[in-house]
């Protein structure tokens, strides 16, 4: 990991955790920036890398756990939270609600970095997914919108002649729009096609059995 491919944030109104936090990643070769507040954090311009956020409970504009709340229904970054009063209901509610860790001051050095780590790679993760979602969707979005009538039809199971008999279209037709849908979403084979349905959340209203032949 190197400190251009990456972000910590900090969010913590006590400046002297705010120098040792920023200090200690610094030795590691990591980049951090810090802020007093979760509103400076919330309206600063954030670059598009993995990153995670270093959370204080106590805040002076916000309690962490209401800022974690708040962003829960946006991409945001993986938090560790740190707190100085910790106690088992908020470490509870955090960890619930997607923390990576809830540490109590003081923590040793090993075990945020521990933390750390693992939210980076957990949002590398996300982000990979994301992307590949993204990915998936623009290439649903350039099929026909025959051939999007076709892939639920093929992916449910259904044999050719069932597909084509449900759309009113030769089986011939029907290969060729499967054969366009296959290319076109770049998959492999048909449990490919049916990963990928699965991803994008294609309702499937068909099945082989149900068909009846």
């Known amino acids: ?47 598009d890398v993995p990153a995670c956020l270093i959370l204080d409970i106590e805040l002076p504009d916000i309690n962490g756990l209401d800022l974690q709340n708040q962003i829960a229904e946006g991409e945001h970054a993986p938090i560790i939270f740190i707190t100085g009063h910790g106690d088992i209901p908020s470490s509870v509610r955090a960890i619930k609600h997607g923390a990576v860790d ?37 290439r649903y979005a350039d099929l026909t919108p025959r051939e999007r009538e076709v892939l639920p039809l093929v992916v449910s199971g259904l ?17 060729i729009h499967r054969r366009n849908v296959m290319q076109k979403m770049a998959a492999a084979s048909l449990a490919d096609l049916v990963r990928i ?14 068909a009846g032949n």
């Open 1 to 47: 990991m190197t400190s251009d491919d990456h972000i910590i944030y900090i969010v913590d109104d006590d400046e002297r955790i705010r120098e040792a936090l920023g200090e200690l990643l610094e030795s590691h070769d990591m980049r951090a920036v810090a802020f007093r507040s979760a509103g400076d954090y919330v309206n600063a311009d954030k670059p």
């Open 102 to 138: 809830f540490l109590t001051k003081p923590f040793s050095d090993a075990d945020l970095m521990q933390a750390i780590h693992a939210a980076i790679a957990q949002d590398r993760q996300k982000r990979a997914e994301r992307a590949e979602i993204g990915t998936l969707r623009q």
């Open 159 to 175: 044999l050719n002649k069932q597909a084509a008999a449900e759309l009113g279209i030769s089986e011939v037709t029907l290969q």
């Open 197 to 210: 349905a699965e991803r994008l959340e294609i309702p499937i209203t068909h099945s082989r059995r149900l």
